[in-house]
């Protein structure tokens, strides 16, 4: 509730997010737990400073035997979206455009991009995802290419703090699609988190 509540009144400033240890409990993981049934993957996303392309932010999408987004010292959650330190659960179609919403505006790109993997190589990720520990503010290029430098495959990754030379090497992997997400909405994410919060009472709603 107190996250939730300076989310709705404080303004979001990418370059001083930070992250506190968070630990949801087992049934809520476990309840959230979201197989999309697409063929494995990794996905990168990385947030881009429209003005002078000042990479801001990194965060991985990681379609394993379950989808999960590792948001490293991110600021963005869902209250059906549980979390363990800056792994995220239960990451749906719905939960996956929250999150490219929540961080492209008026100020910020979101470059996506995803290369196919094996499904033991998406399970390796998710395994160092969720072992990897809570993330201080500022590193989440280096936890984002902590994870996945010496990954069958990202042996390129080069290990660094700037989430656009993690993009950059990401693009030349073999297989990398690319998708650039534009958004108007205003810096305070104002419109998402009103988005965010109806949804959530629509759920509560039909589950009484």
């Given at each position: 509730?107190?996250?939730?509540?300076l989310a709705l009144i404080l303004p979001?400033?990418?370059?001083?997010?930070?992250?506190?240890?968070?630990?949801?409990?087992?049934?809520?993981?476990?309840?959230?737990?979201?197989?999309?049934?697409?063929?494995?993957?990794?996905?990168?996303?990385?947030?881009?400073?429209?003005n002078g392309g000042t990479g801001e932010?990194?965060?991985?999408?990681?379609?394993?035997?379950?989808?999960?987004?590792?948001?490293?010292?991110?600021?963005?959650?869902?209250?059906?979206?549980?979390?363990?330190?800056?792994?995220?659960?239960?990451?749906?179609?719905?939960?996956?455009?929250?999150?490219?919403?929540?961080?492209?505006?008026?100020?910020?790109?979101?470059?996506?991009?995803?290369?196919?993997?094996?499904?033991?190589?998406?399970?390796?990720?998710?395994?160092?995802?969720?072992?990897?520990?809570?993330?201080?503010?500022?590193?989440?290029?280096?936890?984002?290419?902590?994870?996945?430098?010496?990954?069958?495959?990202?042996?390129?990754?080069?290990?660094?703090?700037?989430?656009?030379?993690?993009?950059?090497?990401?693009?030349?992997?073999?297989?990398?699609?690319?998708?650039?997400?534009?958004?108007?909405?205003?810096?305070n994410n104002s419109g998402v988190l009103?988005?965010?919060?109806?949804?959530?009472?629509?759920?509560?709603?039909?589950?009484?």
């Amino acid at each position: 509730m107190r996250r939730s509540a300076l989310a709705l009144i404080l303004p979001i400033a990418l370059a001083a997010c930070g992250a506190e240890p968070v630990w949801a409990p087992d049934e809520a993981v476990t309840r959230a737990r979201f197989i999309s049934g697409q063929p494995p993957s990794i996905t990168l996303y990385t947030v881009v400073r429209k003005n002078g392309g000042t990479g801001e932010h990194s965060g991985l999408l990681i379609d394993a035997s379950q989808r999960v987004m590792f948001d490293p010292a991110g600021t963005w959650h869902h209250p059906w979206v549980p979390e363990r330190n800056d792994l995220h659960y239960g990451i749906t179609e719905k939960m996956r455009k929250f999150y490219i919403d929540y961080h492209a505006r008026e100020t910020y790109d979101v470059i996506e991009y995803r290369v196919p993997v094996s499904p033991e190589v998406a399970e390796m990720a998710l395994r160092r995802a969720e072992s990897y520990g809570a993330v201080n503010k500022a590193f989440c290029g280096n936890s984002v290419s902590d994870i996945l430098t010496g990954l069958p495959g990202f042996e390129t990754i080069p290990r660094t703090f700037f989430p656009n030379k993690v993009m950059q090497a990401f693009a030349e992997l073999p297989g990398a699609t690319m998708k650039v997400h534009h958004d108007g909405d205003p810096d305070n994410n104002s419109g998402v988190l009103l988005v965010q919060a109806k949804s959530t009472v629509e759920i509560q709603n039909i589950n009484n």
